[in-house]
């Protein structure tokens, strides 16, 4: 069905599409950019020359890896909330909260109505577009996610909060489809954190995808499946991806009791370990889950973000995804 | 009946300002290595004494040391351990804040005393009773890797609960008054309150004169409240922000033990008004028999920015003394 959908859309993808999940390294050149405008000793104009640059290599990077489906490597975001929260009408910057170690970050509030401000990403991806004949992704952060990690000193409650992003939301995803774009990733890493809130999660997804035209990926974290499966497959989004590098769980025995009904975006490779899985690693993955539902369903891409490893070893470990995905496109185009 | 105002646990260490940021500072250097052990010890000592003084001044009646020294509710304890090794980091219930896990890899055993030596420095720098708080066994088996010794989550809840009853024991005797054990992990899994009931009989058994404080969070605690009343414990530390039925059932059921009622949200900046708590406070209160329960953020105050949990404990007073002089 998907595919049908991905055909109206003008887009003819190979079995197994490739993709990531949205974040690269940032450039040496471009963290140490970063940290000088931290400190005010350079131009916001610099650092956005620095940022393109920086885009642009990594399209480069994805083209020359092969992958089909292209990201802008979020060069220009520091944190997937907090970007959204700075532009935004209806945030302030919140003050320091732990998350580890001697780790602190800004937690964003809502302290009013929550306002989209205009596109916030539609510049970065008609731009990054334009660089390249494959298709990238828009990329949006959910109004689930936003809200669970932010404070809300405005809204009654969590679930209010969450309608009142989703609908601002809508407008980006609006804007993004306007430009052109015709897959759009809404991510929602929060979404598998508290089981009895998944109603108006799923709520806020209609009301931000609801009647669009665009083929719509959802990513969620490690864990989505234990907690969420399978009330997750009421998000009305056509690809779900989920990572499963690091979970021995049985697709097939879950899929047998609750059948998987979307594209199935499979995380194969491990985002937090240095060290670069070998093809047949990555092989296995992938059939775990080519054994369990059709071929032309599955996506393959790393299992979250690939922000926290070097540039060489994203690109190892993406050329291995690559070259595991090759070695299966050939086998199932020969038993064809 | 009083209305004893009191910390959950944890407390932000440090805030904002420019000198506020002398626990990160120092945290930093060790790291590096520009400053040793013991000088990073002072430094957590003065923030200590600094986390008190400005519970004190928030009009705390019972505090907690901040837990100033805990890198995790996890790692701290374990990695002190014979036989728990520490691992990578993991997501703390549906926190965005990140515990090492403890990796046990044969039998438990208590190098020396842990809780004691922190909870004697906090008493002689405050002037308001103290409450240590400690993991509890049965969320510290949840949340360990079990690579050896023990055969399920079951039986290292009982190893954990035999070392941790030897703190509940130098606890009790050096005179705290009440000992608070964190088991929020038992939320998540109603079905193993058999296991947590059996852990806690050791923990119980030791106490001596001090008063036992079951502390649940992170989740409803409504399906659990009537089997929770049935444990060894004297008061039962309850979050309100994930129970919206909890007062009903409350009143419906009274309480045989004491209460702490976690009505101050530790998780969100917002701060509490009259109009949402008062309610719930003329529901439960008149129903406990107890001379007294307590009023308590939902859990450790961590979670906020510095300043708005020392808001939060100014709310809580002014909420506490409106309520108590209104009725008088």
Not at chain 1, 187 to 211: K, N, W, Y
Not at chain 2, 195 to 203: P, S, T
Request: charged fraction near 25%; charge should be neutral.
């Amino acid at each position: 069905m998907s595919r049908a959908k991905l055909k109206r859309l003008g887009l003819d993808l190979p079995l197994l599409p490739t993709s990531t999940v949205g974040s690269f390294p940032k450039t040496p050149e471009l963290a140490e950019a970063r940290t000088r405008y931290a400190r005010k000793q350079t131009t916001k104009h610099e650092l956005e020359g620095l940022e393109k640059k920086a885009t642009e290599f990594w399209i480069r990077t994805q083209e020359e890896i092969g992958l089909d489906i292209l990201v802008d490597g979020e060069q220009y975001r520091g944190d997937m909330v907090a970007y959204f929260a700075e532009i935004m009408g209806g945030f302030r910057t919140g003050g320091l909260v732990r998350s580890y170690g001697n780790r602190y970050y800004h937690k964003p509030v809502i302290v009013g109505e929550v306002k989209w401000p205009g596109p916030m990403t539609v510049a970065w991806w008609r731009w990054t577009q334009a660089l390249t004949g494959k298709p990238v992704k828009g990329m949006v952060t959910g109004p689930y996610t936003v809200m669970d990690w932010s404070f809300n000193d405005y809204y009654p409650n969590r679930k209010a909060a969450c309608v009142a992003l989703a609908r601002e939301i809508r407008k980006e995803v609006e804007a993004l489809i306007e430009a052109g774009a015709k897959i759009i990733q809404i991510d929602e890493p929060a979404i598998s954190v508290r089981q009895e809130e998944l109603p108006f999660a799923i709520e806020a997804m209609h009301l931000t995808i609801d009647g669009l035209p665009a083929y719509f990926i959802t990513h969620a974290c490690y864990g989505a499946f234990e907690t969420i499966y399978p009330d997750m497959l009421n998000l009305p989004v056509d690809n779900l991806d989920l990572a499963i590098s690091n979970s021995a769980l049985d697709l097939l025995k879950i899929f047998e009791k609750d059948p998987f009904t979307k594209d199935l975006s499979l995380g194969v490779l491990d985002v937090h370990s240095h060290t670069i899985e070998s093809p047949a690693e990555i092989r296995a993955r992938i059939m775990r889950g080519v054994r369990v539902l059709a071929p032309d369903r599955i996506w393959v891409d790393p299992d979250c973000g690939l922000k926290t490893r070097t540039i060489a070893e994203t690109r190892g470990k993406l050329e291995a995804m690559l070259s595991a995905v090759r070695g299966i496109r050939q086998e199932l185009g020969h038993t064809a | 009946m009083e209305l004893i105002l009191s910390n959950a646990g944890s407390y932000p260490r440090i805030g904002d300002s420019p000198e506020l940021q002398q626990h990160r500072k120092a945290y930093a250097q060790r790291e590096r290595e520009e400053i040793g052990e013991e000088a990073f010890r002072k430094v957590e000592d003065e923030v200590t004494a600094a986390v008190i003084r400005e519970q004190i001044e928030a009009g705390v009646e019972l505090v907690t040391d901040g837990q100033i020294r805990w890198y995790d509710p996890y790692s701290h304890f374990c990695r002190r351990l014979e036989g728990v090794e520490i691992d990578g980091l993991l997501r703390l219930f549906d926190t965005n804040f990140y515990f090492r896990q403890p990796v046990v890899k044969g039998p438990i055993r208590r190098r020396g005393p842990i809780l004691l030596p922190e909870y004697m420095f906090a008493r002689s720098v405050s002037s308001r009773p103290v409450k240590p708080v400690l993991t509890g066994p049965y969320t510290l088996a949840r949340g360990s890797i079990l690579n050896g010794g023990y055969r399920s989550v079951h039986s290292l809840a009982l190893a954990y609960a035999q070392v941790l009853a030897e703190e509940v024991r130098e606890l009790a005797r050096v005179g705290a008054p009440l000992i608070q054990v964190d088991e929020p992990a038992i939320l998540r899994s109603p079905e193993d309150l058999n296991v947590l009931a059996e852990a806690l009989v050791g923990l119980a058994g030791e106490r001596g004169n001090a008063k036992l404080v079951l502390h649940t969070s992170f989740g409803d605690v409504t399906p659990l409240y009537r089997d929770l009343q049935a444990l060894p414990v004297d008061v039962l530390g309850l979050d309100f922000t994930y129970s919206p039925k909890l007062p009903a059932m409350i009143a419906d059921m009274g309480s045989e033990k004491s209460l702490a009622l976690g009505l101050i949200d530790a998780r969100n900046t917002k701060l509490e008004a009259a109009e949402s708590v008062f309610p719930i406070l003329d529901r439960v209160l008149p129903v406990l028999k107890t001379a007294q329960a307590y009023l308590t953020p939902s859990c450790g105050l961590e979670f906020l920015p510095r300043d708005r949990a020392r808001q939060k404990l100014l709310t809580m007073k002014q909420l506490r003394d409106a309520y108590v002089g209104g009725r008088r």
